[in-house]
């Protein structure tokens, strides 16, 4: 998802980091899972927590095709005192994953990723971002926002008026991971919005930026949340 504006720094302070409620988190651990689909990898993942005095909170696993197919397994889990034993338990966990040729990924859901958002010229998607990371409903710690700005390019075709004068009947927008290839990457979350023909150009416009902020809401949510795995060249999403 591409979106406008001017460049500008946060500075060296962490946005919205005070709203957060980090004590609710402070022993909250997650687990993102990717490994051939066999027998045991669920038994073992929780005996292992269960062995290390964690208790699993949510649980939810996918696999592209349960004879030989690909397994992706995301675990949270409450684990006193995680802060301090993090390191181990990680150490511990790798010798089980390296057994199940697992891809894994361990987090701790009190400590803020740190977050960077890049952006062009229209300020409506990354308000979103920012305001919803300043009461807390996005664990981020933002950084700094930085754009690219050409003041004496010409002016590019306005997205809502074609859409008016060719009578469109849905504006949707999309949020993916980014690649070297334009637009290719994994997709994220989608969404679209009905109008009829008596919309303006204006009204195209405004509820095209509606879908597109809360799409940019919903994906950088779920990444922040570890509920995103990208395999090959999709995402396998635990909503």
């Not at 979103?128 to 933002?142: M, T, V, Y």
């Not at 700094?144 to 002016?155: N, T």
């Not at 590019?156 to 290719?184: C, F, M, N, W």
């Not at 950088?220 to 999709?234: G, P, S, Y």
Request: hydrophobic share 40%; proline share 3%; with cysteine.
């Amino acid at each position: 998802m591409e979106t406008d504006f001017r460049a500008r720094s946060a500075g060296p302070r962490t946005l919205g980091a005070g709203r957060h409620d980090g004590d609710r988190y402070a022993e909250i651990g997650r687990l993102l899972i990717t490994c051939p689909h066999r027998p045991g990898i669920v038994a073992a993942v929780s005996s292992f927590l269960f062995g290390s005095g964690a208790n699993i909170t949510e649980s939810q696993q996918y696999s592209t095709d349960p004879f030989g197919g690909t397994f992706f397994l995301r675990i949270e889990f409450h684990l006193p005192a995680l802060a301090e034993r993090f390191g181990d338990l990680a150490r511990s966990f790798g010798e089980l994953a390296g057994r199940f040729s697992m891809r894994w990924q361990m987090t701790r859901a009190g400590e803020l990723k740190r977050v960077a958002i890049t952006v062009s010229r229209a300020g409506h998607a990354l308000q979103e971002i920012l305001w919803r990371s300043h009461w807390g409903e996005l664990r981020a710690g933002i950084r700094m926002v930085i754009s690219y700005h050409r003041d004496a390019e010409e002016a590019a075709a306005d997205p809502g008026q074609q859409a008016g004068d060719r009578g469109v009947k849905l504006i949707g927008a999309t949020a993916h991971y980014v690649t070297s290839e334009l637009d290719a990457g994994p997709i994220i979350e989608q969404d679209i919005v009905r109008v009829g023909h008596r919309c303006s150009a204006d009204g195209l416009r405004q509820l095209g930026r509606h879908v597109e902020r809360a799409v940019l809401a919903r994906a950088v949510n779920w990444h922040l949340a570890d509920r995103l795995i990208v395999h090959q060249n999709k995402t396998i999403a635990f909503t």
